[in-house]
């Protein structure tokens, strides 16, 4: 018989719990690649703020703004049409969606462990 998610899920927790109390070691979470914490650039802080943030959430963030001031090219919706602030990241006028997060990584730097 299948378990229910709620059931699988309380058995994790009881796992992880037993675990812990075992090795005495805090219980670790998904914190690496894109949900790691990165620091932006003073250009990308400009748009995302300057706190840490996991990389997923500053691509959100620069989504809502090329969204909220209408910079997708109106012919080409993939085309992102850049103002200054964003010409500064992208170091270009235009970039398709596909180049944006290459562009990012450059002002993007991971906190070390």
């Known amino acids: 018989m299948a378990r229910t998610a709620e ?3 309380k058995d994790e927790t009881k796992a992880a719990e037993k675990k812990v109390a075992k090795t005495g070691k805090p219980a670790g979470g998904a914190r690496g690649g894109i949900t790691a914490p ?3 650039s003073a250009d990308l802080a400009e ?3 300057k706190n840490d943030l996991p990389r ?3 691509v959100s963030k620069v989504w809502e703004y090329i969204k909220k001031h209408d910079l ?3 012919k080409d919706r993939r085309q992102i ?3 200054d602030k964003l010409q500064k990241i992208f170091g270009k006028k235009s970039v398709s969606m596909f180049e944006m997060n290459k562009h990012l990584s ?3 730097t991971a906190k070390k462990a």
């Open 7 to 9: 059931k699988r899920g």
């Open 38 to 40: 990165v620091t932006p």
């Open 47 to 49: 748009i995302v703020g």
């Open 56 to 58: 997923s959430e500053v």
């Open 72 to 74: 997708q090219d109106a």
């Open 81 to 83: 049409n850049g103002d």
């Open 106 to 108: 450059a002002h993007l």
